[in-house]
């Protein structure tokens, strides 16, 4: 009975699951409610043979399609209205005239491009040690949060140890923590959470994004906000792997998750 409030569906450039298949996935495993989070990312590097951004999302049909489901879904099911901001420091202004221009009820603040990289293309590790490379990922994430913080919360810290050479064999939150404490105390401090991402499990990794240390460290350290989602962008995977969510949560401190609506955070009892 928990909410998944990061998910995609084909408004998404890497998801081409109807929406209301994702509906019907939720509902069928219980959930009590969802919100759509699909991708915009401005200044995306293109890939290799492609000429267009892959990560323009069409906002007005996208906001009108939520708002029309809202209408006709079974029982009343909430879907609410978010957005997953790819974030670099450059855009902050046009980051905050989207943000402001429509109703969202949820805004995750991601790195999907790092300096002009994405981590998910090999090229991001070219000619450097993989320790360089997760750390300069993270310091990217502290220039993101000084540049714009009109999100609600951070997402999958740890995404670039979903990508890297030796992904998170080599990783830890003691190996990077006076970085990652750095970011968790600054999001503290502008009253912003963090996700437990669930897409580490599906990814192989054995933990979510980011691990269960990072999250107890959020808490440890004062952070209350806490929302969950599985970065489903296939119906199969919505609420992925969601019953391990309440032990770990309960283990690093909580007693209660977040949902926004109308970008105002909502605290739920696990």
């Given at each position: ?99 402001s221009r429509y109703p969202f009820d949820f805004i995750i603040g991601s790195s ?18 993989e320790t360089e490379c997760y750390l300069e990922y993270f310091e990217s994430i ?55 991402n669930t897409g580490g499990f599906k990814y192989g990794l054995g933990h979510p ?62």
């Open positions: 009975m928990l909410w998944d409030t990061h998910m995609h569906s084909f408004f998404s450039g890497d998801s081409q699951a109807p929406m209301e298949d994702m509906i019907r996935a939720a509902i069928a495993k219980k959930l009590r409610g969802i919100c759509f989070t699909d991708h915009l990312d401005l200044d995306y590097p293109l890939p290799d043979g492609e000429d267009t951004n892959p990560f323009l999302l069409n906002l007005p049909e996208y906001a009108a399609q939520i708002a029309e489901l809202r209408g006709r879904t079974p029982g009343h099911f909430p879907v609410l209205f978010g957005l997953e901001l790819g974030l670099q420091p450059h855009l902050a202004a046009q980051h905050a005239q989207i943000s999907h491009v790092v300096h002009g990289y994405d981590p998910y293309y090999p090229a991001f590790y070219e000619d450097r040690t502290l220039e993101n949060i000084a540049a714009f913080d009109g999100f609600d919360v951070y997402g999958h810290i740890d995404y670039v140890v979903r990508y890297g050479p030796n992904r998170n064999a080599d990783y830890s939150y003691r190996k990077y923590s006076e970085v990652i404490d750095e970011i968790l105390k600054l999001l503290i401090r502008k009253g912003k959470g963090i996700e437990i994004n980011p691990t269960e240390e990072v999250i107890a460290r959020y808490r440890e350290l004062g952070g209350e906000i806490i929302t969950i989602g599985a970065d489903a962008h296939r119906p199969e995977h919505v609420a992925y792997d969601f019953g391990k969510v309440p032990q770990i949560l309960r283990a690093a401190g909580f007693s209660y998750y977040t949902v926004f609506r109308e970008r105002k955070p909502e605290f739920l009892k696990l």
